[in-house]
């Protein structure tokens, strides 16, 4: 509407708030603006409203999702921050803002800043807990990397493992590893990798700065590992380096391929360890099997088997004695043609008298079979007696033989027990 010389130009309040929001973002489409963070709140949305004042003025001001989600730590009320961003108005309450893309704390860098902050809190929270933490398993059979696909990291992982173990399998989930979308992909990593039949996880990267190592100290990719159901290695940048990811995980790699040393071992220190362990067993096979001859020997020339081997050869011999004699009883005419008269008359006590003989000797033979096998240490042992012998060989006669704490073998019937002298009785009277 065209309006004539001294005629009044009438504006609506929505014009002026348009115009202003025009003139604000034309001036201010990039500025810093330092002051004390007050009335923070947090919408469902993610958004993040506060204002900014220092001791004479107050701006409002709005960090939407999409920047909020980026921020290297959370703004809290009485904090001072540097805000970068463009200057605009809120038309529906005639207030002009400034619209947050970076906050920075004032005072410290705001990368060590928020790396201090979120360890302080994720500590707190119990996601560095020692006790919490699970040991490696010795010999995995696959092994899952998230890293970026074309890294040196990567490639130093696949040579020591080629190197050291060309049968394990590796699960590589490809990620970027710096840059704003780094965090969430190394997250998402992590969770599949999680849900996977991998043995362990490596979450990996080569050095580089701090802005570059940040993705790693980002708290979603910290909870994912506090989360993971596999155990995982944190193996980013150079040995000075520490990230959030390295306080979090099971175990700390200072190197990607020393994180590839941590999670395997060599065949060839395998073969050691079987060859030794081997060699361990045939030689104490040897010694029982030795021990065992030099036991059996000892009491097969012992003062028990020769009596006892003297006693049976005189009793064979006193039983064929006794069957000669009646074999010349019996073929002898003339005993039989002088004594026909008698022979008649002490045929049945004869014939009695010869089978009492016999039944006496026979009793007589086998108690002395009895006694042999009585004598027998074979025998002892079965009826579930032992022999106690010290680490030299000597058999333990009393509980004087022996000290409080030594080592004993003990022989049953079927092998040995190693056992430990726990305490001493002795019979009452004996000397102490």
Not at 129 to 137: A, E, F, I, S
Request: a positive charge; glycine letters at 6%; proline letters at 4%.
């Amino acid at each position: 509407m065209e309006t004539r010389p001294g005629q009044r130009k009438i504006y609506t309040v929505t014009e002026v708030s348009r115009r202003i929001k025009e003139l604000v973002e034309r001036e201010f489409t990039d500025v810093w603006i330092e002051g004390e963070v007050s009335n923070l709140r947090r919408s469902g949305a993610g958004h993040i409203y506060f204002t900014l004042k220092d001791q004479n003025s107050q701006l409002s001001a709005v960090c939407f999702r999409n920047a909020a989600m980026y921020l290297r730590f959370k703004p809290e009320n009485g904090e001072s921050f540097r805000a970068r961003g463009r200057l605009s108005t809120y038309e529906a309450r005639g207030e002009y803002q400034i619209i947050v893309e970076v906050l920075e704390p004032v005072g410290r860098g705001a990368l060590q800043e928020a790396f201090d902050r979120l360890k302080e809190k994720l500590n707190r929270e119990g996601l560095f807990d020692t006790d919490r933490k699970r040991p490696l398993p010795r010999f995995p059979a696959r092994v899952g990397v998230v890293t970026s696909p074309g890294s040196a990291a990567l490639r130093d992982i696949l040579s020591v493992l080629e190197r050291r173990h060309d049968s394990i399998d590796i699960l590589i989930y490809p990620t970027d590893v710096q840059g704003d979308r780094a965090a969430p992909q190394i997250a998402e990593g992590i969770d599949y990798l999680s849900g996977s039949n991998v043995d362990v996880v490596i979450v990996t990267r080569g050095g580089g700065s701090i802005e570059d190592l940040w993705p790693f100290n980002d708290e979603r990719v910290a909870l994912s590992i506090f989360k993971c159901e596999k155990p995982v290695i944190s193996a980013v940048g150079h040995e000075i380096d520490f990230t959030i990811s390295d306080f979090v995980a099971d175990q700390r790699a200072p190197t990607p391929s020393a994180a590839a040393e941590m999670v395997i071992q060599s065949k060839r220190e395998v073969l050691e360890r079987l060859e030794a362990a081997e060699s361990r067993i045939t030689a104490s096979l040897r010694y029982r099997l030795s021990e065992s001859r030099r036991f059996l020997a000892a009491r097969a020339g012992g003062r028990g088997f020769i009596v006892a081997e003297q006693r049976i050869r005189q009793m064979s011999q006193h039983v064929d004695d006794c069957v000669f004699r009646l074999e010349q009883f019996a073929t002898s005419g003339r005993f039989f043609s002088s004594r026909a008269n008698s022979l008649d008359r002490a045929e049945i006590s004869v014939s009695t008298a010869t089978r009492m003989k016999l039944q006496r000797l026979k009793q007589r033979f086998r108690a002395l079979t009895e006694t042999l096998d009585a004598l027998s240490p074979l025998a002892v042992l079965e009826r579930g007696y032992a022999v106690c012998r010290m680490p030299d060989g000597a058999v333990v006669r009393s509980a004087g033989d022996v000290e409080l704490g030594a080592n004993i073998d003990v022989v049953v019937q079927e092998g040995e027990i190693a056992a430990r002298v726990t305490g001493l009785k002795k019979e009452r009277g004996s000397p102490k």
